[in-house]
């Protein structure tokens, strides 16, 4: 009823931003209570094993327990977040945090603890959003607002599957927005704080290393030296306060190895939509032509659908991957753009070069899961409303991106959910994106308007050439789009009906393919974009 | 993801929504439907009414159970009882159109889930599949007829050069459409208020655009879906009525509507036209008197009376009929002599307010889902009477409150309420200083009171139990409390209606919306 009280309020200054914020805020959140009961995936199972195991055990067992199969491998800060939230949770319904009773327990009170946790932890997405927004005009405040705060992403991912992703990326985006205002050492340390909490975030570290190291500590030596103490003291401590107890206690390689199971194999049990479905499917292409010219190939023993695997090799043609080579290829793909934060690092680009760096990751990385795609969407709202090439490009993305990760939600009961949030999503950035791009001339109100828009546009022509008519995103964008519609409609409908239960792997794995290419374009925009930039 | 809606004066400065607007009413419209929508789906994943509770489950059951009877039985043994249709185990008690709906229903359901809809096995039948494709059928109903239905209103209401704010357009539409006590009571509890409400926002459309034929067809399909619609044929009669009268050859214009009612009657109770007897089958299962006057706890008159006066027990069932038939009418008459002396559009909407507002309080055997009726032309209304509606959908969300807490919707009902709230505030919101009779009658301090009380009913309802002498204390107080404003809201709406007669009283009206 806190809502309601809130809203009168709101009669009185309807127009301050800070209102409007929390009014997206709010409707978002009236959605997300409503999808309580909706499905929710083992996920939802581990956070509640990780509440029991935090509040029940001492800290030295945390990172041995394995009481469920489920156990902990996130960094220290994440530990430390379940046990503040096991405390309430115990208050609620001591069975929540029982480590051996709890198992399994799924109780309306514990669906509903842990849902909640989640909107209130979303919290920080809608401060760090808002953070970032505060200067700039007001339609493009609320554009982006409506971009990120009502991703259907998150909305699938956090509220649905279940995950605290919009807590982790808000204080990505904190910590962003401390750096486009220039205060490096903030923004470092609250980068260094999200690496306690979830260390795949650490893709973007080498971006973040040359561009404080750039823009913070470059400048004379005394300085330079001093300032390079300050950042390495404040993120030296960051990293103390968390990995410091586990150190004392000589834990430190379990929790390592906790943290980067590289037993888990290349692929994901459904493959994200990135590089590696090409070298797979090149692979399996290759295997095929060879033996049909005669040459004796040998079928791989493990198989890419099955999820975990072992140690031998699931190629039968190309060579092995190994975690090292995917760390050189995410290193090598990131090049390009650590030359340009080195050479000209400026505040205005940090938000692109760290959606790069995650891009990068996705791509090339090692067990990928689909849902890392949020870590560079999310990012890229942020300067989607830009230019009319970056609104193209993000349009395309945030609808592929979407679309790749429905199969997390595989039952009947969310597929109608699934389908109206993208929907939705597509058709608010579309009038969006158009009003912010055709829609302002003919009304030309507010004269400042104009003005900004002038110096939005690096080439005029874009602006000029399409006027009134609505936002394109131009043939090849709209067919593959309307591939899109295919592979769901073949996916759900025609395969069944054609193929009925054979290849029943076939439809996630055409999903993956076929957003593969729209991952492939966007990293490639991107990459353009970046060496272009100025 | 809400899109929610977009409000705002685009003359003026800064404002939120000018890009949802700028694409024209069918974007917007499809903007907030695909929203609407999807409440609607989420609201769906909740329990519906009488969900694993045999042996008479609820609504959902009785509506599944209609599925079963329609696609088993020859359509002459839907209302009549057999051995293999047991009519006191949720008998048909609707007219044919909701049998016809149930018939098309079943097909889906048999097509996908043979066991759900299967004779006699089917009885109580939940399962995942089964209550998903329930949910569908109401989904796919309100977005077949009852979406389609607000769009035609909108675009004729909008279509008056006066009333051309897009930004109210766009307001309103998210109002009609995300009406939470409609969504919870279709897509929660369990029924299908969108299709009987739909068809009557189609007949206020046609008659808003001058097709009185159309309209009537549409009415009376709609009195066909739900007898309950019946609570708003004195609006409709008194001003289809006064405007025949205005005719030049008013008893041909008459003669011309009353052919089409009956016409339109007699197409979908045809396969029972062919004996009296079957026609009173069916007429009987209809009017349920054996009931009582009213049920459980509903705000009207008689349920809020009978706290100091016991009417079942003073009255029998007929002085009972007698004296409520009496009363409706009574109430109602002021509305529709206003009609039939000057029939407006405005007029209308008020008299389809009033009149349904004189059947929730005074008629026989009313529900508390009932005050989805009144509500609708409220909600028609919300553009003129924002805080009107705002108070009185507050009220009607309260008054089904004890319903909704029996069903285990408590989480949807307090969610649909913020959302209610939010829209209603959407930012960048054009808040004309509306002069409205609330506030000159009831003076703020009183209304913060009121609001106070309505906050704490909802947490002593949820958190304590009553004494046990009076077991259903905080029901009766619930009721009292939504029965008193129920009446200021149609006392407020009748002097409102009257005042349209004052030609200088309608200038300012012009005035205010120019």
Redesign the interface.
Known sequence: ?G??KL??K??HN??SPK??VW?FF??????K??????YRSTDFEVHRNWLALTYSLPLYQWYFDETSPWTLDYPPFFAYFERFLSSFAHLIDPQIVHLQEGLNYSSNKVV?FQRVTVILSDLSLLYGVYRLTQNLD??KQ??IW?LVI???ML?IVDHVHFQYNGFLIGILLISLSYLEEGRDLLGGFVFAVLLCFKHLFAVAAPVYFVYLLRHYCWGGIVRGFNRLLIMGGVVTAVFASAFGPFFHLGQIQQVIQRLFPFGRGLCHAYWAPNFWVFYIMSDKGLAFIFRKLGFNVQTPTASFTAGLVGDSSPFSVLPKITPFVTFIMVILALSPCLFKVWKNPQPQMISRWIAYAYTCGFLFGWHVHEKASLHFVIPLAIVAAQTLEDARHYFLLSIVSCYSIFPLLFE??EY??KI??L???S??MW??F???FY?GAE?A??PTNSKKKADQFGSEDNSGAATKK?FVIGWIGGIYLIGLVVVEIWGQILHPLVLGDKFAFAPLMLISIYCAFGMMYSWIWQLISIVKSV | ????KKEKD??TN?D?W???L??GTT?VF??VG??A???R???S??PYSGAGSPPKFGDYEAQRHWMEITINLPIKEWYRNSSSNDLSYWGLDYPPLTAYQSFVHGLFLRFFHPNSVALFASRGHES??GK?LMRWTV?SSDALIFFPAVLYFIIVHYNQPSRSRKSELAWHIAVLLLSPCLILIDHGHFQFNCISLGFTIGAVAAILSGKDLAASVLYCLALNHKQMSAYFAPAFFSHLLGKCLRCKHPILEVLKLGLLVLGTFAAVWWPYLYSTQSILEVLSRLAPFERGIFEDYVANFWCASSVLIKWKRLFTTESLKLLSFTATVITCLPSMVQQIKSPSSRGFLYGLLNSSFSFYLFSFQVHEKSILLPLLPASLLAVEEPFMFRWFTQFAMLSMFPLICRDGLV??Y??????F?????????H?ATESNYFHKYLGSATMFLILCCY?VL?IVYLTMHPPEKYPFLFEAIIMNLCFSQFVLVTLGCNIKQWLLNKPANLEEIEKKHI
């Open positions: 009823m809502k309601e809203s009168f709101a009669v309807s127009h209102i409007t009014w709010l409707v978002a959140t009236c959605i209570i409503l999808l309580f009961p909706s509903y007001s339609r609320k554009l409506s009502w991703s259907p909305f009947t009961q109608p959910i109206l949030l929907l939705l999503h058709i608010l009038s969006g158009s009003a912010q829609g009304t109100r507010v609505g | 993801m809400g899109k929610g685009t003359t800064d939120c000018w890009w949802l700028q694409k974007a499809v903007t695909l929203f929508l999807l409440v789906v989420a609201v994943l909740h995942y599949l998903l989904l989480v949807p307090l969610a649909l309420l913020a959302l709230v939010l829209i209603l505030n959407a930012p960048g919101q808040r906050f909802h």
